[in-house]
């Protein structure tokens, strides 16, 4: 089972993902990689005050250390039909691997799963409720770390 989470250059519907990362629930294995817009053509949309307020990560970075978005699709892909794979927002996220996938004329292979699953439904609100609490660097990888290190305290406690 894996954790995804997405940043983006902003929140409107014009936004796009820049950065994607994943992890092993057990957070032994992770991956994280920054997109390239200018690869995926018309992404030209920026929000900096998102950049300043929430990520930290400029559209200057993505297109020089970011990845050609066929690539990212690509991997995004082979994880999505070989794993189950949750994040904490499927809405969003699923919208951010739409316009993925819509850049590489492809349709997204999987839909993402409620974090809120990883746990028995008694635990669902506690983990809901320390989620809220959560700090978040909101910086992709980081994310997802410490969302399965949340989901496994909480599982622990069950054993």
């Known amino acids: 089972m894996y954790i995804l989470d997405i940043e983006a250059s902003g929140l409107a519907d014009e936004s ?33 005050f998102v950049e300043t307020a929430f990520h930290g990560i400029s559209r200057q970075q993505c297109c020089e250390d970011g990845q050609n978005v066929v690539v990212v699709a690509r991997q995004v892909e082979k994880l999505l039909l070989e794993q189950p794979v949750f ?4 809405y969003q996220d699923q919208r951010w691997l739409k316009r993925l996938f819509d850049a590489v004329g492809k349709p997204c292979p999987a839909v993402l799963m409620p974090i809120d699953q990883l746990v028995r439904p008694q635990r669902q609100a506690e983990l809901n409720l320390q989620l809220s609490q959560l700090f978040r660097p909101h910086r992709a990888l980081d994310d997802c ?9 909480i599982r622990n406690e069950d054993e």
């Open 145 to 153: 770390l410490e969302l399965a290190k949340t989901i496994r305290q």
């Open 16 to 48: 796009y993902p820049i950065e994607i990362a994943w992890c092993t629930l057990d957070g032994s294995e992770s991956y994280s990689v920054l997109i390239n817009p200018e690869s995926a053509g018309d992404w030209d949309y920026w929000d900096d």
């Open 87 to 90: 994040s904490d927002a499927p």
